[in-house]
Nanobody, 125 residues
Framework: EVQLVESGGGLVQAGGSLRLSCAAS????????IGWFRQAPGKEREGLSC????????YYANSVKGRFTISSDNAKNTVYLQMNSLKPEDTAVYYCVASRIRDCVSTGYRRDDYWGQGTQVTVSS
């Protein structure tokens, strides 16, 4: 059974940092790209970052470039999202997604992608 479990969310003050983890199981980790999305209340889900470690591809949305860093520990089947300089507008539920297509372009937009349940990040001003 494919599982993606996010952790590391919480409440932080503006300017602070959090590190999110996405622990994957049930599939061959190296064969997938892993992405991070977020969804704030009343807003559409937004793609933030993606990594395909086997293809040495990483992607960042402009909204997080320079503040967030994605990394992968293949030995632990885990992807991390280090989030620095957090802003109140970063408040959202954060999700990780796994995609067979490792281009980090379609990750999160395919019907056969796998999603985690999400972790809440709240940034206070």
């Amino acid at each position: 059974e494919v599982q993606l479990v996010e952790s590391g969310g919480g409440l932080v003050q503006a300017g602070g940092s959090l590190r999110l983890s996405c622990a994957a199981s049930g599939f061959t980790f190296d064969d997938y790209a892993i992405g991070w999305f977020r969804q704030a209340p009343g807003k559409e889900r937004e793609g933030l970052s993606c990594i395909s470690s086997s293809d040495e591809i990483t992607y960042y949305a402009n909204s997080v470039k320079g503040r967030f860093t994605i990394s992968s520990d293949n030995a632990k089947n885990t992807v991390y999202l280090q989030m620095n300089s957090l802003k109140p507008e970063d408040t959202a539920v954060y999700y990780c997604v796994a995609s067979r297509i490792r281009d980090c372009v379609s990750t999160g937009y395919r019907r056969d992608d796998y999603w985690g349940q999400g972790t809440q990040v709240t940034v206070s001003s």
